[in-house]
Every structure is written in C-alpha cells, then in structure tokens.
C-alpha cells in the first residue's frame, strides 16, 4: 500500500469541541478472544474496528469462531459463536500435531502486539498448529521469552528462515499433555504474561505463571485481563514468591460467553486532550468509565501535573489549560503507550520533562525511543536518551497568540511514522503548531481508522 503523506492542520487559536473515540484496541482484543473460547454466544457492543483488531477477528476466525457483522455495523453488536469443538466436542478442522492432524492454519500478525502475542499461546491450549505472519517489521518485536514460554508448556516451533527467530513460523502443540507451569521474561512486554493468562484456562490442568522479575512494564494491562477473566467467570489467584517476584494461578474452567460492552478507548483520547496543552481550549470526551482499568485512566494524573484541568462529570471528561504548559517527571512504565503523547506535550512545556521507566518502548511498533529523539531532534527540540533509557525533553513553549507564531510560512518538514499510529498522532500534536507532513498518516488505521477526519473536524480544516 502506498504510504499516504498528510499535511497536520495547524491549529489557527483554541480548539473547542467534543471527540467521541471508538472502542478499546486492548479491551476489544481480549473480549474478542474469551468470547471466541466463551461457553455460549455473545454480542460485543462498541468493538473497535481497526487494523488489530480486524487481524483478531481473522485470526479467531481461521480457528473456528463465527463472528458477524464484520465490519461492524452501527448501533448493533458483534456476535461471536465461540469455537465449536470447544464445549461440543467437534474434532478441531486442520488441526495438526495433535491427534486429530492435518495442515497448519495461517494467521497474520501484521504488527498487532495483542494477535502476535495473545494467538500463540491460545492456538497451543487449543492443541492446534498454526503458522505464524507478520509485517516485516513485527519482527523487531520481542518475541522469544513468550515462544520459551510456550516450549515449556510442549509446544514445538519450526522456523522457516534459517537465522531462526523472525517470521514466519508454525507452533505445533504438543501430542502429549500440555504443562501447567511456565515461567517467563516478561520484562519487555507484559502482553507475555496476559497471552498466557487468557490461555490458562484451556489447559488441562490449568496453569501456573510465574514472572522472572519482581518489576513488569504495562502492569495495569495485566491487571486488565485479570479483571476480563474474572468477569467471564475464571478465578485468577495472584501471589509473590519468597523473592518477590509475582505469579498467576489459572483453575481450568469453562469461559462463561456473555455479552460485554466495549469501553472507548482512553489511551487513543490522548492526542485530542493533548491538543488543548498546546492550542488551548476546551475538549470534552464522552462515554469516559467512571472506574476502569485502561492504562488512558492515567490521564487523570499526567494531564493535571502537566498544568491542565482535567474534570470529570457524569461520565464527560473535560480538559482545559488554565496557565502555561509544566514540563513532567514521572516513572511511566506502567503507561507505556502513552509516552509519544506525553513527549509531544514535553515538547511544548516550559522546562525539562524527565520520562522515566521506556525501556520496553524499543520493543513496541518500531524502537519508541530512538523514534521520538529523531522527529524531537529533527524539529529543533533537545531530546536525550539516558543510559537508562529515560526520555529528556526541553520544552520550547509558544507564545500564546497563534497569529505570531513564526513558522506559519515555512516549508514543511516530513515527519516519520514508522509505521506507529502513536508516532503518527504524536506528529500530528507537533503539527498544531509547526508546519509539517507526516510520512504515512496511514499508520493511524492500527488502532484509530478514523483520525485525520476526527482530528481536522475538530481543527476546523476539513475539505
Ligand atoms: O495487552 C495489551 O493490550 C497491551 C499491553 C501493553 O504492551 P507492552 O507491555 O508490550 O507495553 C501496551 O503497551 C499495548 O499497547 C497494549
Ligand atoms: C504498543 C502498542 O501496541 P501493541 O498492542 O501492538 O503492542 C500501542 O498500541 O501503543
């Protein structure tokens, strides 16, 4: 597909409005998955459509779900009849390397860190084998400790390259009983421990996981698939070990199907509440949970330590900019996804901005860090990578009138995307106030089809 190059609006003074945002990317893809492994139908209302979450569906699909309308259609819910040989005993269809045999299915990945991660393992607890595609550049994403994980449960990969280790690749379950205890690395990706996790209770004898570190990144994604599990009925039991290191019982039980409403997605918020930090303004979010378990939550604390009003009432959040933008300093480990957003804003603060605890950004769509100090760099503001792999951004804040901004008439600088819908919207908060294009605004259909429209609607420069 030609990469499509977009000029940002620039903002011309204050933007008002409201954004309503289409599901959750994670919330979909797990809800998209128990449902496919569910006891009974259920109905998804408020399922993303997007690139991921469109892999998932094909990929749940290819083993055996039924899952319609797809697309969506508005105002009426998905429907997913769950895999038949689950809870009827119907032999898997191509299954193979387990008993009933036959040719590997193929799933594609493309760059969806939740089908790369979250599909592996459940082909493997289902005992069937699957050959693995992705994007080429899928296969930067760390992988290793997960396929290691799966070897420990009996699972059998075969490479197709011979450098081993990037795709394509076929998992073959094993013939044998599968494992009930892994224990893995998940230090650079905690969608390592949620795979694991939403496979659990398909396993014979469930399964216990146990983390090879006492720190995680993303641990509030952990503790979302906890709560997914739980609310189909799985008991997950947590615990630490003597050295403090922490581990997951899974029961194997059946997965109650039931019907479940999609949250927005909070983390994709970010760049419109981001928007008001440097144009000013006021932008209000529908639909916001009172109480959830989404990383975007955090948008409550990083938004106001950043000089933003943040309110929330019955269910709207509002933000607005009372005074001039504050530089953070802050761990974000648990917030990953957030950080291009929260960089964009740095960009603008009056002060220098410490991003702590990215180490496992290099991992994400392509290398976070290295991504954001180049586009930083390339337009003129400091960025620094420390040796701990921390983010240090001096702020150059803009002066509060937007007609004197003196860019307004200089040649367009080309922003990259690599291929990262985060680098994308994180180019397109720079571009509010900098005139630039972006490489490949097409990055944003991963998880957010619909952006340009929603973000030059709101910017007053639709054509
Ligand atoms: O499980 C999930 O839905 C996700 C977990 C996190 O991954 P990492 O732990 O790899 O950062 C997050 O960054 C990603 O966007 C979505
Ligand atoms: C890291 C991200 O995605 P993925 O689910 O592909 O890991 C992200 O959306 O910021």
Redesign the pocket.
């Known amino acids: 597909m030609q990469a499509a190059v977009w000029s940002a609006p620039r903002a011309r003074g204050p933007v008002f409005g409201a954004v309503r945002l289409p599901g959750s990317?994670?919330l979909s893809?797990?809800e998209l998955l128990l449902s496919a492994i569910g006891d009974a139908e259920a109905n998804l209302t408020g399922v993303l459509f997007a690139r991921d979450t469109d892999l998932m569906v094909q990929a749940l699909r290819s083993l055996g779900a039924v899952i319609a309308p797809w697309p969506p259609v508005v105002d009426q819910p998905v429907q997913i009849k769950p895999l038949p040989q689950l809870w009827t005993g119907a032999p898997a269809q191509d299954a193979s390397g387990g008993p009933s045999g036959g040719a590997p299915i193929t799933v594609d990945c493309g760059l969806a860190?939740?089908v790369m991660r979250f599909i592996p393992a459940l082909a493997v607890a289902l005992g069937r084998a699957v050959r693995f595609v992705a994007d080429s550049q899928a296969n930067a994403r760390p992988m290793r400790p997960l396929l290691d994980a799966l070897v420990q449960l009996g699972a059998r990969i075969e490479y197709e390259s011979p450098d081993g280790d990037v795709f394509p690749y076929t998992i073959y379950p094993p013939a044998e009983r599968l494992g009930a205890e892994v224990t893995v690395d998940a230090t650079?990706?905690?969608?390592f421990i949620?795979a694991l996790l939403l496979a659990a209770p398909l396993l014979p004898d469930g399964c216990t996981i146990r983390s090879k570190t006492v720190a995680l990144?993303?641990l509030p994604?952990i503790e979302?698939?906890m709560q997914c599990l739980s609310q189909h009925g799985i008991t997950v039991e947590q615990g630490l070990s003597d050295d403090g290191k922490p581990f997951w019982n899974v029961v194997s039980e059946p997965v109650f199907g039931q019907d479940v409403f999609i949250e927005p997605d909070l983390?994709n918020a970010g760049p419109f509440l981001a928007l008001v930090g440097i144009a000013g303004g006021r932008i209000s979010v529908p639909a916001w949970p009172a109480k959830t378990m989404q990383?975007g939550a955090a948008w409550l604390q990083i938004l106001p330590l950043m000089g933003l009003r943040v309110e929330w009432n019955c269910g709207v959040l509002t933000v607005s900019r009372p005074g001039p933008l504050q530089p953070l300093d802050a761990d974000l480990s648990a917030v990953?996804?957030l950080v291009p957003t929260v960089a964009a804003l740095a960009a603008f603060a009056e002060g220098t901005s410490h991003l702590r605890g990215l180490h496992?950004l290099r991992?994400?769509e392509t290398d976070r860090l290295e991504a954001l100090r180049a586009e930083l760099t390339a337009i003129g503001i400091s960025c620094e990578i420390t040796p701990e792999d921390d983010l240090v951004i001096t702020g150059k804040p803009v002066t509060p009138s937007w007609r004197d901004t003196p860019t307004i008439d200089a040649e367009p600088l080309l922003l990259r995307s690599y291929q990262d819908h985060r680098l994308a919207t994180f180019g397109a908060l720079l571009g509010l106030y900098y005139p630039v294009q972006i490489d490949d605004i097409g990055a944003t259909t991963k998880t957010l089809p619909d952006f340009t429209t929603m973000w030059e609607r709101l910017l007053g420069a639709a054509s």
């Open positions: 990317k994670s893809a797990r860190g939740t650079a990706s905690s969608q949620s990144p993303s994604h979302m698939t983390s990383a990953g996804e496992h991992g994400h």
